[in-house]
T-cell receptor
């Protein structure tokens, strides 16, 4: 899906490492963004919402670069429990409301 | 609150059979949607609804029908199942279409069409 592109990975990092991955979006009208986390064979769950230039929640930081049309997710001090797939969802208020398109996700594996 | 409840969790169909995937939410959410997830493809929007009596197509609606007769329920119907519909299906709901667009997902239905 070209509207939202994510590096599929996998990203394999040791515990304690810092890792970052990007999500690029094609629609410049996108104003808000969501990062969802999905564990294997489970439903996605909201990790973070981004309504302005960025957001920080503990070890997780999301940064939005509107000029280059990408949003990044930075995870510091990685834990084994961070192993999951991370999905990016831009919210485009200029188009039909209700159509939330997910990126294909970035797979992260944290090893001991 | 139970949240979003999907049934069944697993289903095996033969090509040409019909079935309905059930989705119910008890949070009084106006917005509900169905996604399918295939390996390497991420979540793709099938149909969605912004309220009772209102539905619209997503990006992969062919082969699926929906209706929204009540706020709580949003069933997904496969009229004639095909092997290409083998997938994991997720139902999701949201309080509305404003700033609070957080999606609450059901636990999914794994469907195999032989």
């Amino acid at each position: 899906r070209k509207e939202v592109e994510q590096d599929p990975g996998p990203f394999n990092v040791p515990e304690g490492a810092t890792v970052a991955f990007n999500c690029t979006y094609s629609n410049s009208a996108s104003q808000s963004f969501f990062w969802y986390r999905q564990d294997c064979r489970k439903e996605p769950k909201l990790l973070m919402s981004v309504y302005s230039s960025g957001n920080e929640d503990g070890r997780f930081t999301a940064q939005l670069n509107r000029a280059s049309q990408y949003i990044s997710l930075l995870i510091r001090d990685s834990k084994l429990s961070d192993s999951a797939t991370y999905l990016c969802v831009p919210l485009d208020r200029g188009s039909t409301l209700g159509r939330l398109y997910f990126g294909r996700g970035t797979q992260l594996t944290v090893w001991p | 609150n139970a949240g979003v409840t999907q049934t069944p969790k697993f289903q095996v169909l033969k090509t040409g059979q019909s079935m309905t995937l059930q989705c119910a939410q008890d949070m009084n959410h106006e917005y509900m949607s169905w996604y399918r997830q295939d390996p390497g493809m991420g979540l793709r929007l099938i149909h969605y609804s912004v309220g009772a009596g209102i539905t619209d197509q997503g990006e992969v609606p062919n082969g699926y029908n929906v209706s929204r007769s009540t706020t709580e329920d949003f069933p997904l119907r496969l009229l004639s199942a095909a092997p290409s519909q083998t997938s994991v299906y997720f139902c999701a709901s949201s309080p509305g279409l404003g700033a609070n667009e957080k999606l609450f997902f059901g636990s999914g239905t794994q469907l195999s069409v032989l």
